[in-house]
């Protein structure tokens, strides 16, 4: 490319400004693939037996936004559960100290070792098994009592059964995700005087996240629909609720479609908030930008060239 | 150096008269002082007996082959790696040790860390924390292991920022800066915390030839300052320009010490002598 003399302020090169490359293969499949896409949709549209008129009914009903908050509860709660307990269970796996590193281990060993169903159902039945409860010296005296019956309903079981679990789970992402730092920060953070806990804290766990929070994106996605699992202690969460609607109308599909829309929805919401997340931790590295990024900017730059 | 927050160490320097540390009243005499200190990893024995003395405001620097300690030896000094055998002081106080009578006993993590408050360091990779910007880095440690107040820190850290020449950098996050100036960076970072004793670890050896001068400059001022450092370092002429003595060691032995000027014309061990003609 050459650049003509005279356009050339002094000091200062001109900006180039040249044609970019051509993708035209990327047009073609790009035209094929739309073609497909709204072929499908129309078909799909048009096809009385998937009882659009049923799902329209039902999409905005009662018993189905109620399902999706008992969803998004037991999502949220399970996953603080989850994010927290595996923190602390990574710290203490990471922990010099054999015995605190140990039960770590042993915790993750059970609870990832055994079916979330099963954990939940256990759970349920804590008060068949341990009926009451109490808080005090072992043979001395006691200072709290509790029954299992007041205490574990059936929202606090499945909130047990999954947050327990995803604690096992996330130790092991945020192990990794603590291992990935380089030593020398930790080494660094050392020679100035500061603390295990401050240096976990504040330059090993902000550098991790970056590895951290791409599976833990995962992982709560996960949990929206792993969480359907609540139904066998009869919490109605969003599956669990078409399910008894389509148990009385017998309109499986339709409410199927109901509930995997809902589902789309939320996951949608979820993927968003996970990029803002990337971002935040990300900052001071040189990363690259997302598909989302690219397209942003690609509609800036077009934009301002029309301008 | 001033300990009123550390009365614990404190207590445990009068119960321990060390020998060879000078009066009690006032700065020892010594601000670093090794005897016959040994390190090893597992059966590999990398410390062979160090016998080293640095006076306060004294530079060190120290060469050698690769692989002769002398990481480890500084790693040592702030106690980042434990000594199997010998004693090692700084500023007077055992290093990682609490000795009373003929017994040592080891000190607590928070012991250890408030011991490594007066002595920086500064590494070969910089290891500045990413997440954070330049004067972000300098302010982290004053605020957050000493508690000082973050206005009265901003300031102090705006002006060692300054002084290392990055006044224009503060709010530049470490991937945006050149390795020299992340050097730079870290050098304020270390010297936040004011300490008594600075050990530099190749500070220039992972920096472009054309960015090392700008460090070394720094380094320099900052020994005209009075600094007291250590600096483990391939740059001859920085050593033989700056450095009140110069160590060689080899093998985990300190070979040939002296003036700098003196071991680097004239040395008097073999070992010196090929070591030198490699690297002049
Ligand atoms: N954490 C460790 N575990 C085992 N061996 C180690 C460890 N750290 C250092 N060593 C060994 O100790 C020896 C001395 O290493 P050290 O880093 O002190 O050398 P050095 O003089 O600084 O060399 P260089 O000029 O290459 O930096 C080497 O043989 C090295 O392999
Ligand atoms: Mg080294």
């Avoid at chain 1, 281990?105 to 979330?116: E, I, K, L, Q």
């Avoid at chain 1, 792993?226 to 148990?247: F, P, W």
């Avoid at chain 1, 599909?253 to 968003?272: E, H």
């Avoid at chain 2, 150096?1 to 540390?21: F, H, I, N």
Wanted: hydrophobic share 45%.
């Amino acid at each position: 490319m050459t650049l003509p003399e005279e356009n050339v302020p002094r000091g200062r090169p001109a900006e180039i400004k040249a044609v970019p490359v051509r993708h035209y293969g990327r047009w073609v499949a790009a035209v094929l693939i739309l073609y497909i896409a709204i072929w499908a949709v129309y078909s799909v549209a048009n096809n009385e037996r998937f009882g659009w008129d049923t799902i329209n009914a039902w999409f905005w009903d009662g018993t189905i936004l109620d399902g999706i908050v008992m969803t998004l509860e037991l999502t949220v709660i399970a996953m603080l559960m989850g994010v927290v307990g595996g923190i602390v269970l990574a710290v203490m796996r990471l922990s010099p100290n054999p015995l605190i590193s140990g039960v770590a281990w042993a915790y993750v060993w059970v609870f990832r070792g055994t079916p979330v169903l099963v954990q939940i159902i256990l759970w349920f039945y804590v008060k068949a098994l341990i009926p009451t409860f109490s808080l005090g010296i072992p043979f001395g005296p006691t200072f709290v009592h509790f029954n299992a019956n007041d205490l574990i309903t059936a929202f606090v079981a499945g909130c047990l059964g999954l947050g327990l679990n995803e604690a096992a789970y996330m130790s092991e992402i945020v192990r990794a995700g603590i291992l990935s730092v380089d030593p020398g920060q930790g080494e660094a953070a050392t020679a100035l005087g500061m603390s295990r806990a401050k240096i976990m804290r504040r330059v090993v766990l902000p550098q991790a996240m970056r590895v951290i929070i791409p599976p833990t994106g995962n992982e709560t996605i996960s949990m929206l629909k792993t969480s359907s699992l609540v139904s066998v202690i009869a919490l109605a969460d969003l599956l669990y609720s078409v399910q008894i609607v389509y148990n009385r109308t017998y309109q499986t599909i339709p409410m199927l479609l109901v509930a995997s829309i809902w589902y789309l929805v939320m996951t949608s919401i979820l993927t968003v908030g996970q990029f803002y997340l990337e971002r935040y931790f990300g900052r001071g590295t040189a990363q690259r930008q997302t598909m989302l990024e690219r397209f942003v900017a690609n509609l800036r730059v077009r934009s301002g060239r029309r301008a | 150096m001033a300990s009123d927050d550390r009365p614990s160490l404190q207590k445990a320097d009068e119960d321990d008269p060390v020998p060879g540390t000078g009066p009690r009243a006032g700065a020892p005499e010594f601000m670093v002082r090794a005897e016959d200190v040994h390190k090893s990893f597992g059966r590999l024995e990398v410390l062979k007996g160090i016998d080293l003395e640095v006076r306060p405001g004294e530079v060190m620097c120290v060469i050698g082959p690769s692989g002769s300690g002398k990481s480890t030896f500084l790693r040592c000094i702030n106690h980042l790696e434990k000594i199997n055998g010998g004693r090692l002081w700084v500023n007077g106080h055992l290093v990682g040790y609490r000795q009373k009578g003929d017994r040592l006993y080891e000190m607590r993590e928070r012991e250890v860390a408030a011991q490594r408050r007066d002595i920086g360091m500064v590494f070969q990779r910089f290891n500045l924390f990413p997440h954070m910007t330049a004067l972000g880095n300098v302010m982290e440690a004053p605020v957050q292991v000493k508690g000082q107040p973050k206005g009265q820190v901003r300031e102090r850290a705006v002006a060692l920022l300054e002084r290392v020449g990055l006044a224009d950098k503060m709010d530049a996050y470490p991937a945006q800066l050149s390795g020299g100036q992340q050097q730079r960076v870290a050098i304020a970072r270390a010297l936040a915390m004011e300490p008594a004793l600075m050990l530099f670890d190749e500070p220039t050896s992972a920096l472009d030839p054309e960015l090392v001068g700008e460090v070394l400059e720094v380094m320099k001022q900052l020994a005209v300052d009075g600094m007291t450092m250590i600096v483990v370092t391939h740059e001859i002429g920085f050593a033989r320009e700056v450095g009140d003595s110069l160590v060689f060691m080899d093998g985990g032995v300190v070979v040939e010490q002296g003036r700098p000027r003196d071991v680097i014309e004239n040395p008097q061990h073999p070992r010196t002598q090929d070591f030198l003609s490699r690297v002049l």
